[in-house]
């Protein structure tokens, strides 16, 4: 069976600061894709960033980047030089070939000026 | 540009009161899905639509059903709301699902109370 665990229900960062959420999954196919969303306070589902397990980089844009641990079957998302505007939920999603994403229940960002 | 819609964004109702929130998409996408996110409980898939008259069951379909007559549509609809589905819903769609790449892009969410 497919899942998604994100171990942190909320998280606290200085202003500035980098910032790691976890997200670590199961699945037994060896082709899947890895995505982050970042929810605001306002509700809508912001596509942040991909991952293909076959990908030999890490993906980045901008100040998102994935720590892509295969062996480990972990997708952290690092956020750089965090800004206020970062503060939202933010959820961790996998997607096998032929099934639908799985989504994990989401780790609350807050950042502290 | 590129989006999905989705109509109402809020919505106050009474149980057992019929009711249909619309979704359209302009990315030419196969594929399309509906959640709805409850605190605790993150995204549940509902329904979901691989192309044009054909929709699976998600996880949580009791309660709800969907149709899939033209490709950019996908309705859901509540035929007798009860307050367990008051909730924030939202529709999704992508390319396709066949591929482990293909990301999902979402509308802005309806806000659902069922009285």
């Known amino acids: 069976a497919q899942k998604i665990t994100q171990t942190q229900p909320g998280m606290f960062v200085q202003e500035k600061e980098a910032v790691t959420l976890d997200c670590t999954y199961d699945t037994s196919d060896p082709s899947y894709g890895l995505f982050w969303y970042k929810q605001p306070s306002s509700g809508e589902m912001i596509f942040l960033i991909y991952q293909g397990s076959y990908d030999q980089q890490n993906a980045t844009e901008g100040r998102y980047s994935l720590n892509f641990q295969k062996a480990r079957k972990s997708a952290n998302l690092v956020i750089s030089a965090s800004q206020l505007g970062d503060s939202a939920m933010y959820f961790c999603a996998m997607k096998p070939r032929n099934t639908p994403l799985v989504f994990g229940k989401g780790t609350r960002l807050s950042v502290i000026a | 540009e590129a989006q999905v819609t989705q109509n109402p964004r809020y919505l106050i109702t009474v149980t057992g009161k019929k009711l249909t929130v619309t979704c359209s998409q302009n990315m030419n996408h196969e594929y399309m899905s509906w959640y709805r996110q409850d605190p605790g409980l993150g995204l549940r898939q509902i329904y979901y639509s691989m192309n044009v008259e054909v929709t699976d069951k998600g996880d949580v379909p009791e309660g709800y059903k969907v149709s899939r007559k033209e490709k950019r549509n996908f309705p859901l609809i509540l035929e007798s709301p009860s307050p367990n589905q008051t909730s924030l819903y939202f529709c999704?769609?992508?390319?396709?699902?066949?591929?482990?790449?293909?990301?999902?892009?979402f509308g802005p969410g309806t806000r659902l109370t069922v009285l």
């Open positions: 999704a769609s992508s390319l396709q699902t066949t591929f482990s790449t293909d990301t999902q892009y």
